[in-house]
């Protein structure tokens, strides 16, 4: 990861605990960390529109945030990384501002890959990626395939991405499959169907992080966050930073999580 992407992430004080050998701030649980933290990056056109900018330069500022949060969350312990990067419903927006979407994708996989090789983290792209231009396909491609085996953060770009999508994709090859004699429906449950959605072989996000203070999940994950902690914050996404992700990481270690169960007595 190139120190453009770093973007003074580290946080020190006297009671700043090591977490393997790097820096977690004063007042979180090492051991109670979530170990995939899941984002809903929102409010990049409210940030322009404040400042009187184009659209497009809070997308460029909300690519700056993504890279900080991508080093806190490697530099704190955090093992997998999720953002929603362009739904399926993203391509309804104005032609111009899904053209620089396409492209600002590519630069910043250009620019930032050798280091993301050197910090040897694992990216993986999930979604549909068949109606992206061919030269984004191309780079997609290369990025996955050069990081497959790195060992450090896992770090998922939901592209072109809808969870309806993906659950109907899901049904369809296990029926596809029923069809063909492989499979016997009785034999379907939980784990064989997540085996078949894009996050396959990852653990399900223990936290989900939404700016601007929208209260929804748009179609993100909507399998995967079944028992995820939910952290709704008024910070629009360009403005996240290592204190709005510390205020997030405290408020998870705050909860109580039951999974449908009870809490302990005594």
């Known amino acids: 990861m190139s120190r453009a992407l770093a973007t003074n992430s580290q946080t020190t004080g006297p009671d700043t605990p090591q977490v393997l050998g790097q820096l977690l701030p004063a007042g979180l649980d090492p051991s109670r960390l979530p170990a995939h933290v ?3 990056m ?11 900018l184009p659209r497009v330069m809070g997308h460029r500022e909300g690519v700056e945030a993504l890279k900080r949060s991508l080093r806190l969350c490697s530099d704190w312990g955090i093992g997998t990384l999720t953002a929603y990067a362009f739904s ?18 590519e630069r910043v996989l250009e620019r930032e ?10 990216i993986r792209f999930l979604g549909d990626l068949t109606p992206l231009p061919a030269g984004l396909r191309r780079l ?9 085996a790195n060992d450090g953060i896992r770090f998922n770009v939901c592209t072109n991405y809808g969870g309806r999508a993906e659950l109907v994709g899901a049904a369809r090859r296990l029926a596809e499959r029923v069809a063909r004699g492989e499979l016997d ?15 396959a072989g990852e653990h399900d996000p223990d936290l989900l992080i939404r700016t601007s203070g929208e209260q929804r999940l ?27 992700l510390r205020n997030a990481l405290l408020d998870y ?4 999580r039951r999974f449908g169960g009870v809490e302990p007595v005594g």
């Open 42 to 52: 929102d409010g990049n056109g409210r940030w322009a529109r404040r400042r009187g």
């Open 88 to 105: 399926t419903e993203n391509w309804n927006r104005p032609g111009e501002e899904v053209s620089f979407l396409m492209a600002l994708f």
């Open 218 to 244: 748009s179609n993100f994950l909507l399998w995967q966050l079944a028992y995820a902690e939910l952290h709704i914050t008024d910070v629009l996404w360009p403005d996240f930073d290592a204190a709005a």
């Open 113 to 122: 890959l050798q280091g993301l090789e050197r910090e040897r983290v694992r």
């Open 140 to 148: 997609i491609a290369d990025a996955t395939a050069r990081t497959a």
């Open 185 to 199: 429906p009785a034999a379907i449950d939980e784990a064989s169907f997540a085996a078949e959605l894009h996050t």
């Open 253 to 256: 270690q705050s909860r109580q």
């Open 38 to 40: 899941a984002l809903i």
